[in-house]
């Protein structure tokens, strides 16, 4: 039955969540989307998807952010958003392509509001977020009936941007909630001693999940102290952290899932 996905119908333009990267956690209605698409507008770190699904002569481009590449964010979503009409008016059936879920921290507001504004029907296709599936897959449990009984995202970002309020987030992990932050594998230690100083436990865990879903995925748990303290194991990118009282796991180590 679950092959038989002709039911599924596709819009002519699609805004797809890829997952975390490996095409095992790929919807159904995703892969059906990306093997139809005439056009697909990609981020880089979810290419290798394409390798499998894409429709051979599907024309791809590759319109993913590098670090330090020199190119203005919104000069760069300026040209996706005009790629995505250019195609659509010739009458191609274009994918916009994006890691995780387009709607957690996909930066997808700009191209809803463009497509919007051009008056052209259009669909979101979710995807899982790499928050999820590396919980799962490294068994971290993120809700605990009774202890932990809400969820807090954000992203590094903040971080980069001085903008966060390590206070709020201390408030929040002594409550007993989980926090997940997306893209933190440059501030692992910043994020340690920030945490310690608004006066969390040292022995709180947190983890680091790199490449979460891909086949080089890894995690590397300890605690806030611990982490404060040694030096850390190379964290191959992209990588995320959940830090949490109730988010641990029996033996904090470093380890590889394949």
């Known amino acids: 039955m679950i092959d038989n996905i002709n039911h599924i119908s596709i819009k002519q333009i699609s805004l797809v969540g890829a997952g975390p990267g490996g095409v095992e956690y790929l919807t159904l209605k995703a892969a059906k989307a990306i093997g139809l698409a005439e056009v697909i507008l990609y981020d880089n770190l979810i290419k290798d998807i394409l390798k499998v699904t894409a429709t051979p002569g599907a024309e791809l481009v590759d319109v993913g952010k590098r670090c330090n590449d020199g190119i203005n964010q919104m000069d760069r979503q300026d040209y996706i958003n005009h790629l995505i009409l250019k195609y659509y008016k010739a009458g191609k059936r274009v994918v916009r392509l994006k890691g995780g879920d387009p709607m957690v921290f996909g930066k997808i507001y700009e191209e809803i509001n463009y497509l919007n504004n051009a008056n052209v029907e259009f669909e979101i296709i979710p995807g899982l977020s790499a928050g999820q599936v590396g919980a799962a897959l490294f068994k971290i449990p993120l809700t605990v009936r009774g202890k932990a009984t809400e969820l807090f995202s954000s992203t590094a970002q903040q971080i980069k941007n001085e903008l966060t309020d390590y206070s709020k987030w201390a408030k929040i992990i002594n409550k007993g909630t989980p926090i997940i932050i997306y893209m933190g594998g440059l501030q692992i230690k910043e994020i340690a001693y920030s ?36 030096d850390l194991p190379n964290i191959e990118l992209p990588a995320l952290l959940i830090v949490g009282k109730h988010a641990i796991i029996d033996k904090p180590t470093i380890e590889a899932l394949n």
């Open 195 to 230: 945490f310690l100083g608004e006066g969390i436990s040292g022995d709180v865990q947190i983890h680091v999940l790199s490449k979460v879903g891909t086949q080089n995925q890894s995690i590397f748990s300890s605690t806030l102290e611990q982490v404060a303290k040694i």
